[in-house]
């Protein structure tokens, strides 16, 4: 068994813990990052955002060749899905990007470990290598573990038939019927790129609404776009069965609030109900590391554990669970550790959901200032009068901006439409530098472009938006 000294040792290599590692090494700590895949990325380079927004991607277009190029005097006769092709192109994709962090890792001379990891003492961690168990002495470990999708109580994932996001990123074949559990953004992701390539979609969710966490009035619009593209809700609905039979499997289904339960018969499950943090079997427990009743790690808003020198970032603690918040957390927690001020904005992370249209939240969602009192403005502008989106044929949504009665501070913008991910970048850094809606009205957007529907959105806070 060898013995080697850190600075730094990162449990976990997704987006905390591999931008941790690269952070730590650029401010001069001797670092290493352990990871029991073969690969580096985590969840989101491996089986998470990277490789859905990739189908995402190839089934959009397949979907635009095969129904929308008609209006545009293109016709295109004979398109055919080639779902091999179309998965190894998603796997060329993840490759090339877990190959580019090994890259990273050799450039900031961070040591890779493949193997488990366990923490064995305050500050040392084991890992088993296929060459056999490394003892790692660290001054500092963090805890970068992330997350597992969350099994439903006696329905047995097979990753074939029954399937977890992992699954339904690799089916053989495009499902007649698919049933997704959970509406979700994994859920309506996934279910989005299968209805494209041309599955029927149920999403069966147990509240009455889908995505909880976005505002109101966005989740009404996807859910009405969403419908007219062909999927199926049934909320307010709960899952208590999942039968294998020879001819598919047969969903049992009943309301949420009680009542007589039914079948739907489908060929494919996609279990998509939530992820929880990723901690058993790390050995935390045995040096005392505290984590709350849902296992995630306990920290303080310096991102330490109750143990001195052991940190914890990323899906494996509280906030939301997404990449780029783990990133940031990673960030934060390498100039803590190198005597830095690290910090994290968690009242400006913007969350997107990658259907067509996209939708994306920052800040205050609106229920949320009505349930807090706070006197609020808001201003809507739809995409229907913004001339990009006329020549893109893409007039769907809107861009609602809330800022705060008395200062007009931006407390939160709410984007359903084209590029929605890509244009609440420009409310993140205007809500980064405290901006009011008038700075972002006075801000000039290049014409035309779908940006011109944020500052139009803001100049309808002081109901002056000019072209609606
Ligand atoms: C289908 C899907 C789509 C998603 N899409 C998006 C998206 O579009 N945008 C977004 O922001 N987020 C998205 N997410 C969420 C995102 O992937 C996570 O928030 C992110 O990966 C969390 O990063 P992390 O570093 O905390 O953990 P992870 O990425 O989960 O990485 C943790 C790593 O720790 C390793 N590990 C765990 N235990 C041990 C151990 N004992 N020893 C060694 N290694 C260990 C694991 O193998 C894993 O590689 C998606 C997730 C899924 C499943």
């Not at 000294?5 to 449990?11: N, R, S, T, Y």
């Not at 450039?107 to 890779?112: G, S, V």
């Not at 168990?133 to 099994?151: F, P």
């Amino acid at each position: 068994m060898s013995e080697q000294e850190f600075d730094v040792v990162v449990i976990g290599a997704g987006p905390g813990g591999y931008v941790c590692a690269i952070r730590c090494a650029q401010l001069g700590l001797k670092t290493a990052c352990i990871d029991k895949r073969a690969e580096l990325g985590g969840t989101c380079l491996n089986i998470g955002c990277i490789p859905s927004k990739a189908l995402l991607q190839s089934s959009e277009l397949y979907e635009q060749a095969a129904a929308h190029l008609g209006p545009h005097g293109i016709g295109v006769k004979g398109v055919e899905l080639d779902l091999a092709t179309m998965m190894k192109r998603k796997d060329r994709v993840v490759e090339t990007l877990t190959k580019g962090i090994a890259g990273l890792f050799r450039k900031n001379k961070i040591t890779a470990f493949h193997g488990k990891a366990h923490v064995t003492g305050k500050q040392t961690v084991e890992v088993e290598t296929e060459n056999g168990a490394e003892v790692l002495k660290a001054k500092n470990i963090v805890i970068a573990t992330g997350s597992d999708s969350v099994n439903l109580p006696g329905i047995e994932i097979d990753e074939q038939r029954i399937v977890s996001s992992t699954g339904a990123l690799s089916l053989h074949a495009v499902p007649k019927h698919l049933v997704v559990v959970g509406a979700g953004f994994i859920g309506l992701e996934m279910g989005s790129v299968w209805r494209r390539l041309g599955s029927d979609v149920t999403v069966v969710e147990f509240l009455e609404r889908i995505t909880p966490t976005m505002d109101g009035d966005l989740a009404k619009e996807l859910q009405k776009l969403l419908k007219e593209q062909g999927m199926t809700f049934r909320l307010g609905t709960k899952v208590s069965a999942v039968e294998q039979a020879a001819s598919g499997l047969k969903v049992s289904v009943e309301p949420a609030k009680g009542g007589d339960a039914e079948t739907i018969d489908c060929d494919v499950v996609l279990v998509a109900i939530g992820r929880r943090a990723h901690t058993a079997g790390l050995g935390l427990e045995d040096v005392g590391v505290v984590l709350d009743g849902r296992g995630m790690v306990e920290i303080d808003h310096r991102f330490g554990t109750n143990i001195d020198g052991i940190y914890a970032i990323g899906d494996c603690v509280r906030g939301p669970m997404l990449a780029h918040k783990a990133e940031d957390e990673g960030v934060a927690v390498a100039e803590i550790i190198a005597g830095q001020a690290g910090h994290v904005n968690y009242g400006v992370i913007p969350g997107v959901i990658y259907t067509a249209p996209e939708a994306a939240g920052i800040g205050k969602i609106e229920d949320e200032l009505k349930t807090d009192g706070i006197a609020y403005n808001s201003g809507v502008f739809p995409f229907m009068a913004n001339s990009r989106a006329r020549t893109y044929d893409q007039t769907e949504g809107f861009v609602k901006v809330l800022a705060d009665a008395r200062t007009d501070r931006v407390l939160g913008v709410h984007i359903i439409g084209a590029n929605a991910g890509e244009l609440i970048a420009e409310v993140a850094v205007a809500m980064e530098f405290g901006a009011s809606a008038e700075d972002i009205a006075r801000t000039c957007h290049a014409h035309p472009t779908f940006s011109e529907a944020v500052k139009e959105a803001a100049l309808a806070v002081g109901k002056r938006a000019i072209h609606f």
